[in-house]
């Protein structure tokens, strides 16, 4: 008569490793981890960063959007329509750059590249309608300048509008490459990059328009 | 895209942030994934939208309710558009972004916190100048 095994403890995330090494690549048992994972993580870490530093802005406009001055609240100058409208382009975006991913997976360039084109008319759209905005506001004398409500605004809500036009720069650029280079390692990791960035922009603005134009306009 | 590791079966229990699931197979279930994260990320959105407007929400409870929606859309993101699991392998993934969300959050409460008692503490501002008179 033998005698059983223990039952294996319930583990399934390898917390305490197991019994043998984890095969995983990456986790300490199975080797260098490959070469798209360690740069997705790395750009992963700057991105986290990266939203540590908006978490910044956010604190500082939480802080100062109280202070208008005298000058306008946000009640006073912000239009929920275009707002509206400015999420939707990002959010729709965000679906066509996955999109453009599953078309890189297939290698299919053509799908590709119309789904690439959508993203960067969609990002053009928002960036174009926050441009009108700030005109706008600067226009009727509502500048970063006229009190410090309006300088956290500009400063945290411009801040993500440059990283989006970054990465419309980034986005042609992947274009280009694709259409000269085609499906090659070092641009299938650069596109696997530049739709994390893509989607993190999108997770920023979520929090953006809630806490700056949705709680900013409340009744 | 399983087609990433076609030949080694340990580098595929490893995934980077952004990579398609890796038991998914072909296309159409790709497309499915994005669209119901599209489905739903949009219904939260609309959903914020019509309750900042004033409907159907008790005004006081509104700004929670909005913040609740706005924490879960980012889930919704997060899940359907960078693919970060609580599979095994993305484990370091999810453990760099619970240290992002730990610094986020200790920022953004700590700044709030401390500005709101330093101004609660402070004497109104024409107090301040006939003090340094």
């Known amino acids: 008569m033998t005698v059983a095994d223990p039952p294996a403890p319930f583990d399934p995330y390898h917390v305490g490793r197991g019994a043998a090494p984890h095969p995983a690549r990456g986790h300490g048992g199975g080797g260098e981890a490959d070469k798209r994972v360690v ?36 009640r006073d100058v912000f239009d929920l329509n275009n707002v509206a409208l ?48 700030f005109v706008g506001l600067i226009q009727a004398g509502n500048g970063p300048s006229r009190s410090a409500f309006l300088s956290a605004f500009f400063a945290l809500v411009g801040c993500h509008g440059g990283h989006v036009t970054v990465g419309l720069l980034w986005l042609l650029t992947m274009m280009a490459q694709v259409f000269a280079k085609g499906f090659r390692p070092e641009i299938l990791r650069r596109i696997l990059c530049f739709s994390l960035f893509w989607h993190a922009l999108d997770i920023i603005w979520v929090a953006l328009f809630t806490v700056v134009y949705l709680l900013g306009t409340r009744p | 895209m399983t087609e990433i590791h076609p030949h080694d079966p340990a580098a595929a229990l490893d995934s980077a942030p952004g990579d398609e699931r890796l038991d998914g197979t072909g296309v159409a279930q790709g497309v499915g994934g994005y669209l119901l994260g599209l489905v739903l990320a949009g219904g939260m959105t609309a959903a914020s939208f019509y309750f900042a407007a004033g409907h159907l929400l008790w005004g006081p409870g509104m700004p929670a309710a909005l913040i609740a929606l706005a924490i879960a859309q980012m889930g919704v993101h997060l899940v359907f558009f960078l693919h970060i699991t609580t599979g095994p392998e993305s484990t370091n993934n999810v453990l760099a972004l619970a240290f992002g969300v730990l610094i986020v959050f200790l920022l953004v409460t700590g700044t709030v916190i401390i500005m709101s008692t330093l101004n609660h503490n402070m004497p109104p501002m024409d107090q301040i100048m006939s003090m340094q008179r």
Do not use: Q
């Open chain 1, 39 to 74: 740069v997705a993580y790395g750009f992963w870490i700057f991105l986290l960063s990266d939203i540590v530093m908006f978490s910044a802005f956010f604190a500082a406009y939480a802080v100062l959007a109280g202070n208008t001055a005298g000058g306008p609240s946000g």
């Open chain 1, 86 to 133: 400015e999420t939707a382009c990002l959010l729709v975006s965000s679906f066509t750059c996955g999109m453009a991913a599953i078309a890189t997976g297939a290698r299919n360039k053509a799908a590709f590249h119309l789904m690439m084109a959508i993203t960067c008319v969609l990002g053009a759209t928002f960036v174009t309608l926050e441009f009108k905005e």
